[in-house]
Structures are given as C-alpha cells and as structure tokens.
C-alpha cells in the first residue's frame, strides 16, 4: 500500500515538474497570451454596458375554489398534485405562455406611449436606419425580447417565484417584471373563474329566453281574455295551477341544473380519458353503485313528499311535526350517502396517480351530483303525471284559461329561479379568489447587478493563463522534438551527459574547452570523458566516432570539446573530420580545408602532409581536405582502414567527426571501422523519430554504441531542482571551484 502511495506521489511530482519545466520554457509566450487576454477583458469590463435587474415576488396556493361554494365532501389532506409540481407547473405557465406574454406586450407598449422612449431599450429599435430613433420594435420582435430576457425561478423550497428582468434601463426592467406579474395574476384568475363563467353564461342566456317565453304567455292571457274568454279562475283551479306550475319549474330548473352539470362532467371525463382512459369506466360503475343510487332516489322521494306537505299545509301543529319528520329521515339519508360516497371516493383516490387525483375527484363528484339531481328530476316528473289528471278535469270553459294561467305561472317562476341563480352565479365569479398574489412589486433599481468588472478582469486572468497554458502544453504535446533528458530515457537508450546552452558572452562557443571559458559546458565534457573510458564496452574506447542525426544538431562542436578534454587529461588525442560533404572543422581550428583527408585518401599527400597541430598540446587535427563526390567510396577504402589502424597506434584517443548519419552513408560505413558511437542530438531541434532511426543505424554497426549526448540543453528551464549544481558550484568569470553552501544532488 505504501509503495503504491509512494509510486502516485511520485508520479505526481513528476508531472508537476513537467508543468513547471513548460511554464519556465514558455514563460515569454504565456505572458504575452496573458497580457493580451487581461488587456481584452479590461477593454470589455470598462466599456460594457450596464445591465440592470428588476424582480416581482408572487406567492402561489392551492386554488380553494369559491367562497360561497363547497365541494361535495370536505377535502381532507392535499389531494391534489403537491406543491413541487403546482409551482412547476405555474413557472412554465408565466415562462412559455403566450397569452400572458401578448398581455405584457401590450401593456409595455402602452407605457412607452405614455412616457418618454428614453427610458427604454430593449423594445427600442436604434438599429434600423429606416425608422426614426426612439421607435418600437416589431411586435413579435418584442415578443422575442420577453421570452429571452426574462427568467422565472422558485425561490428556495417556498410557495414564492421570483420574476426577474435584465435591462440597460432600470425603468424598462421594473416595468417589464410587473407587467408580467399582473398579466399572469389576471391569467390565473381568468383560469380559475373559468368554469363558473361558464356556468353564468349558460344562465345569463336561459335566462334571458325565459323571460321572452314569459312575456309571450302573459300576452297569450291578455289576448284571450279580450276575446270575451273567463276572465278569472275560482280558487280550486288557482290552487291546482299553482301547484303544478310551482313543480314544473322545479323540474326545469332541474333540467337546466343537469345540463350544466352535464357538461362539466363530459368536459372532466374527456380530460381524464386523455390521461387514463381506464378510469372512466372504473369512476362509473362506482357512482352507479345500487346502494348510493338508492339512498339518492330515496332522499328525491322523501323531499318532494315534504314539498307536497308544505303545500298543503295549514299551519298546524300536526304538520309541523310531519314536516320535521320529513326532514329528520332526510338528513338521516343524506348522512349515510355523505359516509358513502366519502368511502368510495377514498378507495377511488388511493389508486388513482398523483398527477391526477384532482381531476378524478372532480369527476367523481360531478357525478354524484348529476345522479342526485337525475333522480330529483325523475320524481318532479311522477308528481306533475299525478296533477295532469286532476288539472285536465276542470271545467271545459275554465281549462283554456288554466292553461295559459299555468303556462304563464311556470315561466314566471322559472324565470324568477333563473334569475336568482344568475344571480349566485355573478356573484360566485366575483368572488372566485385567484392563488396567486403578487407581494413585492418590482422598482428601478438604483444601481446596476451586471457587468462586475472586477470580476471579469479577475476571470481575464484566470482564462488567460488557462488558455496560454493551453497553448503552450498543445504546442509541446504537437511538439516530437527531444526536449529534456527525460526524453532521452523514453527512447530507451543511455544519456551519457547533456551540454548546456552556451552563454552569450563567450567569444569563441565551439570551444569552449580547448579554450577553457566555461566551466559548467568544460564539467559536462569531463563527465562525458568519464563516461566514454568506463563504458561498459568490452575493449578499450580508442577510436571514437560521433555523429548527429541531421545538420546543425552540434556534432563538430562536441567532437572538437570532447578532444580538447581528452587532451588536457594527458592523453595524445586526434581529430579527423569525415564529413567529407560539409566539412566545419577547419573553420572552426581557423585553417584552410587543404590538404586534408580527402587528399590522403586520392593519394595527393602522405599521413605526415595532413596532420595538423593545434594551439592545446597533445591535440592535433585533420580537416576534410578537397570536397569530393565519391566520399562514400573514398571512406570505404582499404587507405582509410589503414589509416585508421596507423592513427590508433599514434594516438591514445581517435575521434572521427563524421557526416549526419541519415543524411548520407558515410557515417553508418565508418561505425563498421570504430570502436564505439555517440549520437549527438540537439534540445527542441531534433526529432524524436529522427533520433529512434539514428540509434537503430548505429546499434546494428559492428561498433558498440554508447548512448546520446544532448546538447544546447537550457538546464534553467527544464530541472532547476535538480541540475542546481552549476549554479551553486560555479560562475561564469572564475576558473575556481567554490564550495557549496550545502550538498547539492546532480545528474551529472
């Protein structure tokens, strides 16, 4: 466990640092992305416009219904769809709706009529040139602005939501978010008065139909009497009339109750079959119960039983007792159809969905109500078939009369019961409360929520060095070429040291070793020499070849340094330049290119005439001589073995400076002529599949290849951590070694 914890923290740091080493590599390119950005989002902070928020709270209940009615049984417990969902509901109604959006609209419009444009911004149209500056935008572009800039939310977990408007003009927002907040509280009340204006509609023209049928059948009666007809009925036919026309108003007022009552339940029935159709048949067969339409038929029979009984009373104390005996069984009745019907109706909505337990109780008790006034409609009309006979026996001159007397009285006191109805139904859509209230009114705030320009210039930052960062990690992963030691290492094979970028100040770079100015590049060709005398290789390193695998990686520099080391460690040392194509020896030693080894080989100068001492005791040189064309035939020559061979028992160290090795195949002929190969390879300029195909050359030589140098490294930005050694142990002006302050760990 704890190896494992130590191998991801571990793994951890090592990423760390390769972020630091990017960061430290591409410090210039990440501060100019950073500054650009913060210099973009300080412009945008400064000049963007001020954006203003007005809010309306409006607080939601549960519709009640209206004060002068009740429902069938009480409502015991929330029954309907909870309030996660009645809020749900109503946020998307104000949000989407486009009745309520059409009314805001409108009322938006009104208000800039009658105020100055100035004071508004979103519905003012400043971009077409077509139309003067301060006039309103297209409608339905209007409508477009409310949908996006207005956000309705809940606040918290309360019945409460939040209407909320953004604008430039704080006016324009205030008045936007209480004109959404009116034009929704008007919605909802017409909503909720929505069934009983319909109710009082359907009165409002019954009734107005009942009075033309009255006023007909008193002018029937007026007709008749002027023709010469009775003119007065005696009291028994008056009796008998007002009677039969006090039960058929009944009935039709009953008729006219059923209708309405009907088309409720068809309008509640044919919302819950889109729902669950298997409901209907369900809700049917339990209000067609025998025992509730037999409790229902029972209290019909005993009502009009007692309306007969009042009719007929006279007062006496004998009647009065029947009458509240009537009344008594009655209430007994309607007592054990209210326990009932609350029992069916609880079994109905404990199976029923949540989303829909309101509309199956409405459903419910619409037909309940329907069957009640079906069978108080059935036994008005058994009364009245028992009058009919006893009204047709009248005396044939008196019965025309009686007639028109019963039909006039029938109409008038329908119309006199519709009226009254009417009546309770203006007054029931009155006083229909909505549930929605509106709390807070929205005002012009004083000062404006949006931009934060602190904070947009703190999110500059932050998105700056996110996507500078981003950058520069692309540009490194996009990036094969070989970068830091670790590199190296993933190429599978051994970094024998990396030579340090050269200072700027030293006049003569490429060598820096013979001329011993720089003692960090002169350590790291120490620790090369070091390591190409105790290689692993099972001869002695005496003839040493060192190639690149493109131009410009540094292989000259490296091979004349690591010479120079040799040299001064008091060892007889050589260099041959073998890059017979583009030689650089010779410029670098100042000398002219012939003779050289060209000229050796073509048989123009002996070993002696080529050979060339240079300024360092013990290091002598060869150039390449005159440039040939044939120089992969000329190196693949039984003289130049020979002179190799002659050179090796000279010399104690032979370094051949040899061509790229994919760029021709000089160099992959001479490896089969050495004892051991180095690669050369440049930091952020050689590829890594360049450097993979240079190593698989060299390895399949008959030499030994010893590893890879990497140089132009820039320690500072890749291990500062690590590679702190140079900082600590020397400088660039002294020849002296310093003591450290403290124990410095190297790779080196």
């Not at 009065?320 to 008594?328: F, L, R």
């Not at 013979?514 to 120490?526: H, L």
């Not at 290849?705 to 500072?716: E, H, R, T």
Request: charged share 25%; proline share 4%; hydrophobic share 35%.
């Amino acid at each position: 466990m704890n190896k494992t914890n130590n191998s991801s923290k571990n793994l951890n740091q090592s990423i760390l640092k390769e972020y630091l080493r990017l960061i430290r590599a591409n410090f210039s390119s990440l501060l100019i992305i950073n500054i650009i950005i913060i210099i973009v989002a300080t412009i945008y902070a400064i000049t963007a416009q001020d954006i203003y928020t007005a809010t309306t709270d409006i607080k939601i209940t549960t519709p009640q219904g209206s004060i002068l009615t009740s429902p069938l049984i009480p409502n015991s417990g929330n029954l309907g769809f909870g309030n996660d969902l009645l809020i749900a509901n109503e946020i998307q109604t104000v949000t989407y709706n486009y009745t309520i959006r059409e009314e805001v609209a409108d009322a938006i419009i009104d208000s800039v009529e009658s105020s100055s444009p100035s004071d508004f911004d979103l519905i003012i149209d400043d971009e077409n040139t077509a139309k003067p500056r301060g006039k309103l935008k297209e409608y339905d572009d209007i409508l477009d602005i409310l949908e996006n800039h207005v956000e309705v939310e809940q606040i918290g977990n309360l019945d409460f939501i939040s209407i909320s408007v953004e604008s430039p003009s704080a006016k324009e927002a205030a008045v936007i978010a209480n004109s959404y907040a009116e034009a929704y509280r008007v919605f909802n009340l017409m909503v909720n008065r929505n069934e009983l204006t319909t109710i009082r509609k359907t009165l409002e023209e019954q009734r107005k139909e009942k009075l033309s049928d009255l006023i007909l059948a008193e002018n029937n009666i007026k007709a008749y009497q002027l023709k010469g007809g009775v003119i007065q009925l005696d009291a028994q036919a008056k009796n008998l009339i007002d009677k039969l026309s006090n039960y058929e108003a009944q009935r039709n007022t009953a008729q006219i109750d059923l209708s309405i009552l009907k088309g409720s339940l068809e309008k509640y029935k044919n919302e819950l079959k889109q729902k669950d159709p298997s409901l209907i048949t369900y809700l049917e067969s339990k209000t067609s119960e025998p025992y509730l339409t037999s409790l229902q038929t029972q209290i019909a029979q005993l009502e009009t039983q007692r309306d007969m009984a009042l009719s007929g009373s006279s007062g006496s104390r004998v009647n009065s007792e029947v009458i509240n005996d009537y009344n008594n069984r009655i209430d007994e009745l309607k007592d054990k159809l209210k326990k009932s019907v609350s029992k069916y109706q609880s079994m109905i909505l404990s199976s029923s969905p949540e989303e829909i337990k309101d509309l199956t109780k409405k459903v419910f008790e619409t037909e309940v109500k329907y069957q009640a006034e079906m069978s108080s409609y059935n036994q008005l009309g058994q009364i009245i078939s028992s009058y009919e006979g006893r009204f047709n026996n009248l005396p044939g001159r008196t019965l025309d009369l009686a007639r028109l007397e019963r039909e006039r009285s029938v109409f008038e006191k329908l119309y006199l019961a519709l009226e009254e109805k009417y009546q309770e139904a203006l007054i029931n859509e009155q006083a229909m409360p909505g549930n929605v209230f509106i709390m807070n009114y929205a005002f012009p705030p004083p000062d404006p929520n949006k931009p934060s320009r602190p904070l947009i210039i703190v999110f500059g930052v932050i998105i700056g060095f996110g996507f500078g960062f981003g950058f520069i990690y692309l540009k490194d992963f996009l990036n094969k070429r070989i970068k830091t030691p670790e590199d190296i290492q993933d190429l599978g094979t051994t970094l024998l040291t990396w030579i340090p970028r050269t200072k700027r100040n030293i006049s003569d770079p490429e060598l820096i070793v013979f001329n011993n100015s720089d003692f960090p590049t002169i350590e790291s060709f120490r620790a090369l020499r070091t390591r190409i005398q105790f290689s692993k290789n099972k001869s002695e390193v005496k003839v040493l070849l060192i190639t690149s695998s493109a131009p410009g990686d540094g292989k000259t520099m490296v091979s004349t340094n690591i010479a120079s080391s040799f040299a001064r460690d008091d060892k007889r040392t050589i260099i041959v330049d073998c890059d017979l194509r583009k030689p650089r020896l010779h410029s670098i030693m100042g000398e002219s290119i012939s003779p050289g080894l060209s000229d050796y080989l073509f048989g123009r100068t002996n070993k002696e005439g080529i050979i060339r001492n240079s300024n360092l005791a013990k290091l002598d040189y060869i150039t390449a001589g005159t440039i040939q064309n044939n120089s992969s035939e000329v190196l693949n020559s039984i003289k130049m073995v020979t002179l190799l061979q002659k050179l090796r028992e000279d010399y104690d160290v032979v370094i051949i400076d040899s061509a790229p090795i994919l760029a021709v195949a000089d160099t992959e002929l001479l490896s089969n002529f050495v004892d051991a190969s180095i690669l050369v390879v440049s930091a952020n300029n050689t590829e890594m599949e360049w450097a993979k195909q240079s190593i698989s050359l060299l390895s399949h030589g008959q030499s030994a290849f010893l590893g890879i140098v990497l140089n132009n490294y820039d320690y500072k930005f890749g291990y500062p951590s690590n590679y702190k050694y140079y900082n600590y142990y020397y400088s660039s002006d002294s020849t002296d070694k310093k003591k450290p302050s403290k124990k410095i760990k190297t790779n080196i």
